[in-house]
Structure formats: C-alpha cells, structure tokens
C-alpha cells in the first residue's frame, strides 16, 4: 500500500480491498496494490464566526498549522460573508465542499468532503444549533464566548474524530445534563 494525500474516489469494485486491514485517519488515504483508493469520509473542520469574522469557535479534526488554520478561518468567512442569500449554502472550497447555515450573527460551517450529503450536513448544523438553544436556554453569541468549554463538550458528544457520533438531541441533552450534575 502507498501512502498519498487528496485522492477521494470511489474504488469501482470494493471487494478488491478486502485485504487491506486498517484505515489511516485524516486526509490520507491507502491506495491499495490494486490502485482502487479506499476513501476516508469525514468533517475536516467546524467553524462558528460571527459576521464581523471574528472565530467563536473552531474544532479541526485534520493536523494544520496555527497560520493555515488562521488562513482557513480568513478564507472560509470571506466564503460565506459575501455569498448571495439565494444561493444554496454549499460552496466548493479547495478540494472540499463547505456546508453553511447562518444563524442571527453568526455562521456555522462545516468543510466536509466534495462526495458527502450536503443535505445530512446542513441537517447536523440546525441538530447543533438546537442542541445548544436547549442546554442554554435561548442561546446567543455571548454563551459561545462565555461557556466555550461546555459547547465544545456538547460538540464532542455530537461528533467525534470528524465523523457524526450522536444525532439524538435528547440523549445527547442528558449526557450533558448528567455532566453538569457531576460539577
């Protein structure tokens, strides 16, 4: 197997890696003897910006450096800022695909991979939003900034090593409500 970064194909015949054992995490796929890639689907980053560009929150699940993430934080709010309204909230982005939902101020972007469901996507970003309306009782920009370790403790109930772990609201709810009973 030959270790080689970006390539996100579908293999035409699965069963041709039946004996490859073990997947590497990340943007790195094993490309098998065969040639067929095996793909590694999964959420590259979250970002949650208010319309100023100033990051609330940013939880990476791809190694970057500290300036590529500033770089990608830039980039991806410039992205969404000044896209139209009327156009659909998926936006290609370098190699991958951006997933947005703007929400009062703040915008809530998901970079996920260019084959992945836009649609199941936009779906966990409103899951999260009310996830947090709940647990804070009307959330706003200030709980983000104020309580950032408690939503990234709910993001890590959500979604963990970039794939979506957790998409029930209530089971979700009361692990958190039995996290804040143990404080």
């Known amino acids: 197997a030959i270790l080689q970064r ?3 194909c579908l293999p035409d015949d699965p069963t041709k890696n039946s004996n490859l054992k073990s997947i590497v995490s990340f943007s790195i796929s094993l490309i098998h003897s065969s040639g067929y ?3 590694i689907a999964m959420i590259r980053f979250i970002l949650l910006q208010n319309r ?3 990051t609330r929150l940013a939880k990476y699940y791809i190694p970057l450096e500290d300036s590529e993430k500033h770089k990608l934080e830039y980039e991806v709010h410039r992205l969404v800022v ?5 156009f659909t909230n998926f936006v290609e982005f370098r190699t991958h695909k951006v997933i947005y939902r703007r929400y009062a101020g703040l915008f809530f972007s998901m970079c996920v991979d260019m084959t992945d469901n836009e649609l199941a996507y936009l779906e966990s970003i409103h899951l999260f939003v ?5 647990f804070f009782s ?7 900034v104020f309580n950032f370790h408690k939503v990234y403790l709910i993001l890590d109930e959500f979604i963990l090593a970039g794939e979506l772990q ?3 609201k209530k089971a979700i709810i009361e692990r958190m409500a039995e996290l804040e009973r143990q404080e």
């Open 6 to 8: 970006g390539l996100f």
């Open 82 to 86: 000044n896209r139209d309204p009327k």
């Open 130 to 134: 009310e996830i947090l309306d709940h």
């Open 138 to 144: 009307n959330v706003c920009e200030l709980d983000l």
């Open 166 to 168: 957790e998409t029930s």
């Open 37 to 39: 890639p095996l793909i």
């Open 52 to 54: 100023q560009g100033k």
